[in-house]
């Protein structure tokens, strides 16, 4: 079993920034995809981000292109989420999962979720 837990969430202002980063611990599953997700109030769960085992394959959801950035660092079993130029349309609770034999970055199956932090983009 892996284990994730999120961290990092808050509450900015319009045009602030937050980094979420995603600790795994547990079984190491080498190799393994890692993404980010988030949940607004009331609508459906949405793909944000993922990045590969390696970090040269990364993917993102239009809306948060060129404002957010994925990254990891195998050595302390992380994955970062840099979310710059916040807006309220942010606000979300975000999750990271992991894809243990994903092949195509952009089609994987998830099959480890942490519980969630929460990001407030507000004035």
């Known amino acids: 079993q892996v284990q994730l837990v999120e961290s990092g969430g808050g509450l900015v202002m319009p045009g602030g920034s937050l980094r979420l980063s995603c600790a795994a611990s547990g079984r190491t599953i080498s190799g393994s995809t890692t993404g980010w997700f988030r949940q607004a109030p009331g609508a459906e769960r949405e793909f944000v981000a993922a990045?590969?085992?390696?970090?040269?394959?990364?993917y993102y959801a239009d809306s948060v292109k060129g404002r957010f950035t994925i990254s990891r660092d195998n050595a302390k079993n992380t994955v970062y989420l840099q979310m710059n130029g916040l807006k309220p349309e942010d606000t979300a609770v975000y999750y990271c999962?992991?894809?243990?034999?994903?092949?195509?970055?952009?089609?994987?199956?998830?099959?480890?979720w942490g519980q969630g932090t929460q990001v407030s983009v507000s004035s």
């Open positions: 990045i590969s085992w390696s970090g040269l394959n990364t």
């Open positions: 999962a992991l894809s243990p034999t994903c092949i195509i970055i952009m089609n994987c199956r998830y099959n480890y």
